[in-house]
């Protein structure tokens, strides 16, 4: 699970980004974070990703504080998917998912266990590439090699999974098929995962919870927080 408690981030101008947002991301759900403005979405996705500390407030992740001391920790323990991660198009759709981001010249010359290709070949499986294992990363669309970059990190075995601006990147139809596969992954693999959007519906249409930046607030939809049985009752997962 992730919380912000009265999170804040400035800009270069010192200008407030986001301010006071108060959230619980939960495990096993996908939740969305919708904005018109990059800028912001992305100033307080860097946040709750240990890529910066905040201006004001505390994130937490997996009850770990996001301070300078435990960056490295939080960074280990949160895994982020791009369309832009570092590949090798030549190569084939399983060695670009065993290939550890930042490790591709290693990857080139280290040999993999079978335990690790048992894993990447269930991670492709998981997100819809099935039988593409062998083919060459370039004969793949932008969108699947997303999926691809989603796969690699399952092998990680993360607490929590971020992807941005996936309507953005891929068009409103690709980015809602990806959707749905990563809610499924939420899901089954329990992980806690965030998405940013630009699109109020797509979110609404596929996230678990949905929360909308409003010039610096986070506001939930009251219509999309998650309800969680628990002893004697049921728990919101929205406003803190």
Known sequence: MIELLGVGVRDAQNA?????????????ALS???????RRSAALLDALTGRRIPDEGRVWVTRIPVMRETRDRVRALVAEATATAVFVPQRSVLWNTLVR?????????????RAEQHAAMSALAA????GRARDPL?????????????????VRRPAALVLRDIDITLGPNAAA?????????????RLTTVVSLTSHDLA??????VFVLENDALVADRAKMLVHPVSGGATLAGVV
């Not at 407030?16 to 096993?28: K, N, P």
């Not at 969305?32 to 990059?38: F, G, K, L, M």
């Not at 997100?127 to 099935?130: F, H, I, K, N, S």
């Not at 609404?204 to 919870?209: G, Y």
């Open 16 to 28: 407030w980004l986001v301010r006071r947002a108060c959230a619980r991301l939960q495990r096993g």
């Open 32 to 38: 969305a974070v919708v904005s018109t403005s990059p």
């Open 101 to 113: 981001r930042g490790s591709v010249l290693a990857g080139l010359l280290r040999l993999t266990h």
């Open 127 to 130: 997100v819809g590439l099935d």
């Open 138 to 154: 370039v004969a793949l669309s932008p969108a699947d090699r997303l999926r691809v970059a989603v796969a690699r990190t399952l």
């Open 177 to 189: 098929s990806l959707l749905a596969v990563i809610r499924r992954l939420a899901q089954s693999h």
């Open 204 to 209: 609404r249409a596929h996230a678990d919870a």
